[in-house]
Antibody, heavy 127, light 111 residues
Protein backbone atom coordinates (compact mmCIF):
# COMPACT_ATOMS: atom_id res chain seq x y z
CA UNK A 1 0.00 0.00 0.00
CA UNK A 2 1.46 3.33 -1.08
CA UNK A 3 0.95 6.33 1.18
CA UNK A 4 2.37 9.83 1.27
CA UNK A 5 2.14 12.37 4.05
CA UNK A 6 3.18 15.94 3.52
CA UNK A 7 4.00 18.09 6.49
CA UNK A 8 5.27 21.55 7.28
CA UNK A 9 4.34 24.87 8.86
CA UNK A 10 0.85 26.23 8.36
CA UNK A 11 1.95 29.86 8.72
CA UNK A 12 5.07 31.57 7.42
CA UNK A 13 6.00 35.22 7.26
CA UNK A 14 6.82 37.09 4.05
CA UNK A 15 10.47 36.68 2.99
CA UNK A 16 10.86 33.51 5.10
CA UNK A 17 11.82 30.12 3.68
CA UNK A 18 9.23 27.34 3.58
CA UNK A 19 10.35 23.77 4.19
CA UNK A 20 7.91 20.95 3.41
CA UNK A 21 8.56 17.27 4.01
CA UNK A 22 6.95 14.37 2.18
CA UNK A 23 7.19 11.08 4.06
CA UNK A 24 6.22 8.09 1.98
CA UNK A 25 5.89 4.33 2.26
CA UNK A 26 5.10 1.43 -0.04
CA UNK A 27 7.61 2.31 -2.72
CA UNK A 28 11.27 3.16 -3.10
CA UNK A 29 12.60 6.28 -4.75
CA UNK A 30 15.49 4.11 -5.91
CA UNK A 31 13.19 2.05 -8.11
CA UNK A 32 13.26 2.75 -11.81
CA UNK A 33 10.46 4.91 -13.21
CA UNK A 34 9.48 6.33 -9.83
CA UNK A 35 9.44 9.99 -8.86
CA UNK A 36 8.03 12.30 -6.21
CA UNK A 37 6.65 15.69 -7.14
CA UNK A 38 5.10 18.72 -5.52
CA UNK A 39 1.93 20.45 -6.67
CA UNK A 40 0.23 23.44 -5.09
CA UNK A 41 -3.26 24.89 -5.20
CA UNK A 42 -4.09 28.43 -4.09
CA UNK A 43 -7.50 28.70 -2.42
CA UNK A 44 -10.22 28.37 -5.05
CA UNK A 45 -7.73 28.04 -7.87
CA UNK A 46 -6.21 25.38 -10.10
CA UNK A 47 -3.41 22.91 -9.51
CA UNK A 48 0.12 24.08 -10.32
CA UNK A 49 3.13 21.82 -10.73
CA UNK A 50 6.21 22.91 -8.76
CA UNK A 51 8.96 20.29 -8.83
CA UNK A 52 9.83 16.67 -9.53
CA UNK A 53 12.58 14.40 -8.23
CA UNK A 54 13.16 11.19 -10.13
CA UNK A 55 14.64 7.82 -9.22
CA UNK A 56 17.97 8.74 -10.80
CA UNK A 57 18.11 12.01 -8.80
CA UNK A 58 17.09 14.15 -11.78
CA UNK A 59 15.52 17.34 -10.42
CA UNK A 60 13.14 19.49 -12.41
CA UNK A 61 11.41 22.73 -11.45
CA UNK A 62 8.66 24.98 -12.67
CA UNK A 63 10.51 27.66 -14.65
CA UNK A 64 8.53 30.47 -13.02
CA UNK A 65 9.67 29.35 -9.55
CA UNK A 66 12.97 27.67 -10.32
CA UNK A 67 15.13 30.28 -8.60
CA UNK A 68 13.25 29.80 -5.33
CA UNK A 69 12.82 26.01 -5.21
CA UNK A 70 15.04 23.15 -4.09
CA UNK A 71 13.96 19.52 -3.98
CA UNK A 72 16.04 16.89 -2.19
CA UNK A 73 15.63 13.34 -0.96
CA UNK A 74 16.67 11.23 1.98
CA UNK A 75 16.36 7.71 0.63
CA UNK A 76 17.12 6.10 3.99
CA UNK A 77 14.19 7.93 5.59
CA UNK A 78 11.86 7.66 2.58
CA UNK A 79 11.46 11.41 2.55
CA UNK A 80 11.50 14.17 -0.04
CA UNK A 81 11.95 17.78 1.05
CA UNK A 82 10.91 20.91 -0.84
CA UNK A 83 12.21 24.31 0.15
CA UNK A 84 10.84 27.57 -1.24
CA UNK A 85 12.65 30.78 -0.42
CA UNK A 86 11.40 34.34 -0.13
CA UNK A 87 7.77 33.45 0.55
CA UNK A 88 5.11 35.95 -0.45
CA UNK A 89 1.37 36.16 0.32
CA UNK A 90 0.67 35.01 -3.27
CA UNK A 91 2.32 31.70 -2.32
CA UNK A 92 -0.55 30.97 0.06
CA UNK A 93 -1.80 27.58 -1.07
CA UNK A 94 -2.30 23.94 -0.22
CA UNK A 95 0.89 22.10 -1.07
CA UNK A 96 0.68 18.43 -2.09
CA UNK A 97 3.36 15.85 -2.61
CA UNK A 98 2.57 13.03 -5.00
CA UNK A 99 4.16 9.85 -6.31
CA UNK A 100 4.84 9.94 -10.03
CA UNK A 101 5.49 7.35 -12.69
CA UNK A 102 7.94 8.49 -15.34
CA UNK A 103 10.13 7.33 -18.17
CA UNK A 104 13.49 8.38 -19.56
CA UNK A 105 13.67 9.18 -23.24
CA UNK A 106 17.09 10.05 -24.65
CA UNK A 107 18.20 10.89 -21.13
CA UNK A 108 15.32 13.28 -20.45
CA UNK A 109 12.65 12.51 -17.87
CA UNK A 110 8.99 12.40 -18.92
CA UNK A 111 6.61 12.26 -15.96
CA UNK A 112 3.52 10.38 -17.01
CA UNK A 113 1.09 10.94 -14.13
CA UNK A 114 0.78 11.35 -10.38
CA UNK A 115 -0.85 8.25 -8.93
CA UNK A 116 -0.78 8.71 -5.17
CA UNK A 117 -1.11 12.00 -3.32
CA UNK A 118 -0.50 13.27 0.16
CA UNK A 119 -3.32 14.89 2.07
CA UNK A 120 -1.99 18.40 1.48
CA UNK A 121 -0.68 21.12 3.77
CA UNK A 122 -2.31 24.54 3.73
CA UNK A 123 0.41 27.14 4.01
CA UNK A 124 -0.60 30.73 4.72
CA UNK A 125 1.91 33.51 4.12
CA UNK A 126 1.16 36.47 6.34
CA UNK A 127 2.94 38.79 8.70
CA UNK B 1 -3.71 31.31 -16.66
CA UNK B 2 -3.45 27.54 -16.97
CA UNK B 3 -1.62 25.94 -19.86
CA UNK B 4 -4.48 23.57 -20.68
CA UNK B 5 -7.97 24.89 -21.36
CA UNK B 6 -11.02 23.32 -19.73
CA UNK B 7 -14.60 24.55 -19.46
CA UNK B 8 -15.22 26.18 -16.11
CA UNK B 9 -18.32 24.13 -15.44
CA UNK B 10 -20.47 21.34 -16.76
CA UNK B 11 -23.64 19.81 -15.40
CA UNK B 12 -25.83 16.81 -15.91
CA UNK B 13 -28.65 14.87 -14.35
CA UNK B 14 -28.23 11.53 -12.63
CA UNK B 15 -27.90 8.75 -15.17
CA UNK B 16 -26.83 11.05 -17.98
CA UNK B 17 -23.38 11.27 -19.57
CA UNK B 18 -21.13 14.31 -19.67
CA UNK B 19 -17.85 15.09 -21.38
CA UNK B 20 -15.15 17.48 -20.21
CA UNK B 21 -12.68 18.74 -22.78
CA UNK B 22 -9.05 19.67 -22.25
CA UNK B 23 -7.30 21.58 -25.03
CA UNK B 24 -3.55 21.99 -25.24
CA UNK B 25 -0.97 22.13 -28.00
CA UNK B 26 1.29 19.82 -29.94
CA UNK B 27 3.88 20.35 -27.19
CA UNK B 28 1.74 18.61 -24.62
CA UNK B 29 -1.67 16.99 -25.17
CA UNK B 30 -1.30 16.60 -28.92
CA UNK B 31 2.25 15.35 -28.88
CA UNK B 32 2.22 12.68 -26.18
CA UNK B 33 -0.08 10.09 -24.70
CA UNK B 34 0.62 11.26 -21.15
CA UNK B 35 -2.71 12.90 -20.43
CA UNK B 36 -4.18 12.24 -16.99
CA UNK B 37 -7.38 13.28 -15.24
CA UNK B 38 -7.89 13.98 -11.53
CA UNK B 39 -11.04 14.23 -9.46
CA UNK B 40 -11.05 16.54 -6.46
CA UNK B 41 -13.80 16.81 -3.89
CA UNK B 42 -13.88 19.90 -1.66
CA UNK B 43 -10.99 20.03 0.79
CA UNK B 44 -9.64 16.71 -0.45
CA UNK B 45 -6.51 15.76 -2.33
CA UNK B 46 -6.78 15.05 -6.07
CA UNK B 47 -7.50 11.46 -7.07
CA UNK B 48 -6.18 9.92 -10.28
CA UNK B 49 -9.08 8.82 -12.49
CA UNK B 50 -7.50 8.34 -15.94
CA UNK B 51 -3.85 8.03 -16.98
CA UNK B 52 -2.10 7.77 -20.33
CA UNK B 53 -5.22 9.10 -22.07
CA UNK B 54 -7.45 6.04 -21.70
CA UNK B 55 -6.28 3.85 -18.80
CA UNK B 56 -8.14 3.55 -15.50
CA UNK B 57 -6.38 2.81 -12.22
CA UNK B 58 -7.62 -0.08 -10.17
CA UNK B 59 -10.68 0.93 -8.18
CA UNK B 60 -11.94 3.60 -10.57
CA UNK B 61 -15.39 2.93 -11.96
CA UNK B 62 -15.65 1.99 -15.64
CA UNK B 63 -18.16 4.84 -15.94
CA UNK B 64 -15.08 7.03 -16.37
CA UNK B 65 -13.36 6.97 -19.74
CA UNK B 66 -10.78 9.06 -21.56
CA UNK B 67 -9.95 9.83 -25.16
CA UNK B 68 -7.89 12.18 -27.27
CA UNK B 69 -8.15 13.73 -30.71
CA UNK B 70 -5.42 16.05 -31.89
CA UNK B 71 -4.65 18.64 -29.22
CA UNK B 72 -7.84 17.97 -27.25
CA UNK B 73 -8.34 15.28 -24.64
CA UNK B 74 -11.71 14.40 -23.16
CA UNK B 75 -13.05 12.80 -20.01
CA UNK B 76 -16.47 11.18 -20.26
CA UNK B 77 -18.52 10.17 -17.25
CA UNK B 78 -21.49 7.97 -18.01
CA UNK B 79 -24.37 7.12 -15.70
CA UNK B 80 -23.80 10.25 -13.61
CA UNK B 81 -24.11 9.78 -9.87
CA UNK B 82 -24.34 12.33 -7.10
CA UNK B 83 -20.89 11.31 -5.83
CA UNK B 84 -19.36 12.37 -9.15
CA UNK B 85 -19.99 16.02 -8.27
CA UNK B 86 -16.47 17.43 -7.91
CA UNK B 87 -13.78 19.42 -9.67
CA UNK B 88 -11.91 17.69 -12.48
CA UNK B 89 -8.43 18.59 -13.69
CA UNK B 90 -6.59 17.39 -16.75
CA UNK B 91 -2.81 17.24 -16.88
CA UNK B 92 -0.18 16.42 -19.47
CA UNK B 93 3.53 16.02 -19.89
CA UNK B 94 4.95 18.97 -21.80
CA UNK B 95 8.17 19.13 -23.78
CA UNK B 96 8.55 22.76 -22.75
CA UNK B 97 10.49 23.77 -19.65
CA UNK B 98 7.27 23.36 -17.69
CA UNK B 99 7.40 19.62 -17.50
CA UNK B 100 3.89 19.08 -16.19
CA UNK B 101 0.92 21.26 -17.12
CA UNK B 102 -2.57 21.31 -15.64
CA UNK B 103 -5.88 22.59 -16.84
CA UNK B 104 -7.83 25.26 -15.01
CA UNK B 105 -10.31 22.73 -13.68
CA UNK B 106 -13.96 21.99 -14.41
CA UNK B 107 -16.65 22.00 -11.78
CA UNK B 108 -19.13 19.19 -12.38
CA UNK B 109 -22.58 19.70 -10.93
CA UNK B 110 -24.99 16.78 -10.75
CA UNK B 111 -28.44 18.32 -10.94
Amino acid sequence: QITLKDSGPTLVKPTETLTLTCSFSGFSLSSSAVGVGWVRQPPGKALEWLALLSWDDDKRYSPSLKSRLTITKDTSKNQVVLTMTNMDPVDTATYYCAQSWAILVRGLIRPKYFQYWGQGTLVTVSS
Amino acid sequence: QSALTQPASVSGSPGQSITISCTGTSSDVGGYDYVSWYQQHPDKAPRLMIYEVTSRPSGVSNRFSGSKSGNTASLTISGLQAEDEADYYCSSYSNSSTLVVFGGGTKLTVL
